[in-house]
């Protein structure tokens, strides 16, 4: 059983900074690629940022240069630090990873989501 738990959503102006969280738990003998997705109202789920266990990062281009993706593989945590947000950039964050378990099966597991809201 593997659970992964997001934090740090909540309601910010424009123009400010939010940082979130994704602690994952349970069976883990390894934790391969982490990302961020975001999913806004009335649109598809995408991409945000990625980072691999060695620590190569990707990004989506409309979130380039003002977010940064980072992990602590020692804790199973990724972080996304956001800052210069926009209203655009309200949606409901979800973390991702690929797990490698104990039972030595690999899973695709998504946090329950946090909302972040940009707004004056």
């Known amino acids: 059983q593997v659970r992964l738990v997001e934090s740090g959503g909540g309601v910010v102006h424009p123009g400010g900074s939010l940082r979130l969280s994704c602690a994952a738990s349970?069976?883990?003998?390894?934790?391969?690629?982490m990302g961020w997705y975001r999913q806004a109202p009335g649109k598809e789920r995408e991409l945000v940022a990625t980072i691999t266990s060695g620590g190569i990062t990707n990004y989506q281009d409309s979130v380039k240069g003002r977010f940064t993706v980072s992990r602590d593989n020692a804790k199973n945590t990724a972080y996304l630090q956001m800052n210069s947000l926009k209203p655009e950039d309200t949606a409901i964050y979800y973390c991702?990873?690929?797990?490698?378990?104990?039972?030595?099966?690999?899973?695709?597991?998504w946090g329950q989501g946090t909302l972040v809201t940009v707004s004056s």
């Open positions: 349970g069976s883990i003998f390894k934790i391969n690629d």
């Open positions: 991702n990873a690929a797990i490698f378990t104990n039972t030595f099966r690999t899973m695709n597991s």
